[in-house]
C-alpha cells in the first residue's frame, strides 16, 4: 500500500512507487508528529517507571497495611483503555472542572486551560497517561523483587547496610532484567500513543500539541483516505522503533558488560 496512491476506492488507487516516502521526509506536520511523540516518550520513560518503581518498593513492605487493596487500586486504571481516560481527564480538566476548581483554592487568579492552551496541553497528556500506565509498571516491579536471593538482604543488614544501600546495590540489579524490559515496553507504548490525545482535544490539539504518529496516520488514512500515505507513515514508525529498541538493547548490554 505504500507504494501506491489511494483516495478511498479501488478504482483511484494508482502506483507511484517511492512517492510517499519522498512526500514523508518533506512533510513538516510529519515533524511535528515525531517531536511530540519523542517527547512523550522520553517523559514517560523518565517519569513513569521511577513513580511505578517507587510504588512498588512501597507496596512491597509488611508495614503497609492493606498493600493488596493499594496494589489493585493503583493497578485498575490500566485496564479500563486509553478511550476512557481520555473522556475522564477531558472533563476533570474542563475549565470549569474539579482540578481547576481545587487549582482556585490556592490560586484563585489562576486560569488554567488545559485544552486549549499549548502550553499546559502536553502535561494534561503526561498526567493522564500517567495515571493509566504506572500501575502496569508497579506490577511487573513488585513481581522481580521475588527472585532476589534473601541471604544478600540478611548478609546486607548484617553489615551494616542502610536502606538504600541496599536498594542501590542488591534490589537494583536483581530487577536489571525486569527494568530492560519496562524500558522496552513503555518507549513503544510511547512511539504508539494515539486513542488518549486525540479523543481528549478531539484531533491535534490546541497548536498541534497532541498530534502524534499514530494521530498522523489516522489522520491521513482513516480521515483523508489516502491509504497509500497513511502506510508510509506506518512504515516510518516501524522503522523508528525498531531503531530505538535496537539502540537500548546494546546499551543495556554493554552496561551489564561493565558491570
Do not use: C
Request: hydrophobic share 55%.
Amino acid at each position: 500500500l505504500s507504494f501506491y496512491q489511494t483516495a478511498g476506492t479501488p478504482s483511484t488507487i494508482r502506483f507511484v512507487g517511492l512517492d510517499n516516502f519522498i512526500f514523508l521526509v518533506q512533510d513538516p506536520t510529519f515533524y511535528v508528529a515525531i517531536l511530540n511523540t519523542l517527547g512523550y516518550t522520553l517523559a514517560f520513560v523518565l517519569i513513569q517507571l521511577p513513580a511505578a518503581l517507587l510504588l512498588a518498593v512501597i507496596l512491597n513492605s509488611k508495614r503497609v497495611r492493606g498493600r493488596n487493596l493499594f496494589r489493585f487500586a493503583f493497578f485498575a486504571p490500566h485496564l479500563v483503555g486509553q478511550v476512557f481516560v481520555a473522556v475522564i481527564f477531558g472533563l476533570l480538566l474542563a475549565n470549569n472542572g474539579p482540578i481547576n476548581a481545587l487549582i482556585n483554592q490556592f490560586l484563585p487568579t489562576a486560569e488554567l486551560n488545559w485544552k486549549t492552551d499549548p502550553i499546559l496541553a502536553r502535561p494534561a497528556v503526561i498526567i493522564a497517561s500517567l495515571w493509566l500506565s504506572v500501575g502496569y509498571g508497579m506490577i511487573y516491579f513488585l513481581a522481580s523483587p521475588q527472585a532476589i536471593d534473601r541471604d544478600l538482604s540478611e548478609a546486607a543488614d548484617v553489615d551494616g547496610a542502610g536502606r538504600w544501600a541496599q536498594f542501590w546495590h542488591i534490589t537494583l540489579p536483581g530487577i536489571r532484567p525486569v527494568l530492560i524490559f519496562m524500558i522496552l515496553v513503555t518507549t513503544i507504548v510511547g512511539f504508539q500513543l494515539f486513542e488518549l490525545p486525540y479523543v481528549l482535544f478531539q484531533g491535534g490539539g490546541p497548536g498541534q500539541a497532541g498530534l502524534t504518529i499514530g494521530s498522523d496516520l489516522f489522520g491521513y488514512g482513516i480521515e483523508i483516505g489516502d491509504i497509500g500515505y497513511a502506510a508510509a507513515i506506518g512504515w516510518g514508525l516501524a522503522i523508528m522503533i525498531l531503531v530505538v529498541s535496537l539502540i537500548q538493547i546494546r546499551v543495556m548490554r554493554a552496561g551489564r558488560d561493565d558491570a
